[in-house]
């Protein structure tokens, strides 16, 4: 059977959204995409809520996005999961056995983001854990959003949560995001968390508390995801307690959970890979597109920089860790810089660079992530995104040229929406979170797609354009309706 060679680029973040104001991606200067849009056919796919296994309204992420683009199947996420698990009380039941194997305990420390975002954690889970531990002396160090919420939301959030909550438990620990939840090996920012959840930064001179010491950040402009790290005990860590990670999204706690799970008892609430307790864990799904491209003895590779480098991985692959057969992942280091609205071009260059020499070289599949407005659009900095954004269109245009000239097809789709939705003037916010728009796929051929569909379409419609045969565990749909 004779196969043709293909390169996807999953731009991170782009949504499509009709209203232009607020509108990084409307407001760029964005000739060739203009081009893509007039002269080829696209669909409108779901990329949010039960069309990718999240509860109904569930904005979509970069985790859930590749996942779905990469099985073409609807896997139910982990957050639809723990939510049903609470509604039966299967919860409390793993959490209690879990917690009992570790006997004598001696204190237990709750560390996760405390946040209504559901991308990686959720107040909720907080609630029915503290419940089901309400006989232990349980510690909480929590971790603020504002990136998946609106920025400066904990105050309205922990307000009601820690009348609640107290005297019976207390806050020992306040993070930003930033600091707790780096995932690109920027240590100096994790330790900077540790040293708070480990009570190295408390001031016996200062008697502000928790809500205090939000509103005083506030006044001194910095929103949940940079509020400084700081403990609210001087009780250290000890050997015989036990840490209890509450994000249910594993790649933006790895960091933190390394530096303790050496020293004492970890329980994770899902699978970190990093041989602690798990208190839901996830099979691998057994057919995804790096075992149907291995399975056909073709080639493949994965190119994106650090900060997208597990999504065309792992999540792509349906939660496998290693590589398939003939399966190359390319890493690109994302730039040290402190956000992204700094260099709003990230490394585009060196990631279009390897996609340009894989194409060179004949891979026959070919899965590279544009990053920049996905990550560019979580600074909030309307200019800096529309900065990302007419990179993006310079690289795509590179990227197909080079396309056309070795008879590659070439699809564009993204994971989620983001950039095109910027400002909320009801709020006064800058927006900082996805959103739940739908997003792009284009199929640079002459061809008619479907107009509508949801990311578990891209898979099939992928492997019909190769001429690779769709295994029957695939649910999504062909897009390509007939080929002129």
């Not at 049903?84 to 004598?104: C, L, N, W, Y």
């Not at 989620?416 to 910027?422: C, I, L, P, V």
């Not at 739908?438 to 509508?452: E, G, N, Q």
Request: net charge negative.
């Amino acid at each position: 059977m004779n196969h043709n060679r293909l390169a996807i680029i999953i731009l991170d973040g782009w949504g499509v959204r009709r209203e232009t104001r607020y509108n990084a991606i409307a407001s760029a200067q964005t000739p060739f995409w203009d081009y893509l849009k007039g002269q080829y056919p696209k669909s409108l796919l779901s990329a949010c809520g039960e069309t990718v296994g999240l509860p109904r309204g569930q904005m979509g992420n970069s985790e859930v996005g590749h996942m779905h683009i990469g099985t073409g199947q609807i896997i139910p996420q982990s957050l639809l999961q723990i939510n049903q698990a609470i509604a039966d009380g299967e919860f409390s039941k793993r959490m209690s056995s879990t917690v009992k194997k570790h006997a004598p305990i001696g204190v237990i420390h709750c560390v996760g983001l405390i946040s209504s975002g559901g991308v990686h954690a959720h107040i909720d889970h907080w609630f029915e854990t503290l419940r089901t531990l309400s006989d232990y002396d349980v510690r909480l160090h929590l971790i603020l959003d504002g990136r998946d919420t609106i920025p400066n939301v904990a105050l309205r959030e922990l307000q009601p949560f820690i009348n609640q909550l107290l005297p019976h438990h207390q806050v020992a620990s306040i993070s930003g995001r930033f600091y707790a939840m780096d995932r690109d090996q920027r240590w100096d920012r994790t330790d900077h968390a540790v040293k708070a959840i480990s009570g190295h930064l408390y001031d016996p001179l200062n008697h502000e508390d928790v809500l205090q010491y939000v509103e005083s950040s506030y006044q001194n402009d910095l929103s949940d995801e940079f509020i400084l790290p700081k403990s609210f005990s001087n009780i250290p860590v000890q050997d015989n307690d036990l840490m209890l990670m509450m994000n249910f999204r594993p790649d933006r706690m790895v960091q933190l959970t390394q530096r303790f799970k050496d020293q004492l008892p970890v329980v994770t609430l899902t699978d970190y890979h990093l041989k602690t307790d798990i208190l839901f864990p996830k099979q691998p799904v057994n057919v995804c597109l790096g075992s149907i491209i291995a399975n056909a003895g073709l080639s493949q590779s994965r190119i994106a920089e650090t900060e997208k480098y597990p999504h065309v991985t792992y999540f792509l692959n349906g939660g496998h860790d290693r590589p398939f057969l003939n399966e190359q992942r390319i890493l690109v280091p994302s730039p040290k810089v402190t956000t992204y609205d700094q260099a709003p071009k990230m490394s585009i260059d060196e990631v279009t660079q390897k996609i340009l020499q894989q194409v060179k070289l004949g891979t026959d599949c070919i899965i590279a992530n544009f990053a920049n407005a996905d990550m560019v659009g979580h600074t909030g900095h309307f200019n800096a995104t529309i900065e990302a954004v007419e990179s993006i269109d310079h690289h795509l245009a590179m990227v197909y040229e080079y396309c056309k000239t070795h008879h590659y097809e070439l699809m564009i789709c993204a994971d989620h929406g983001n950039a095109e939705w910027m400002y909320r003037p009801e709020d006064q916010i800058n927006m900082t979170s996805h959103t739940p728009s739908m997003i792009p796929f284009v199929y640079c051929k002459d061809v008619k797609l479907r107009p509508k569909g949801t990311l578990i379409d891209i898979l099939p419609t992928m492997l019909t354009a190769m001429n690779v045969r769709i295994p029957t565990q695939i649910m999504g749909k062909n897009l390509i309706l007939t080929t002129n």
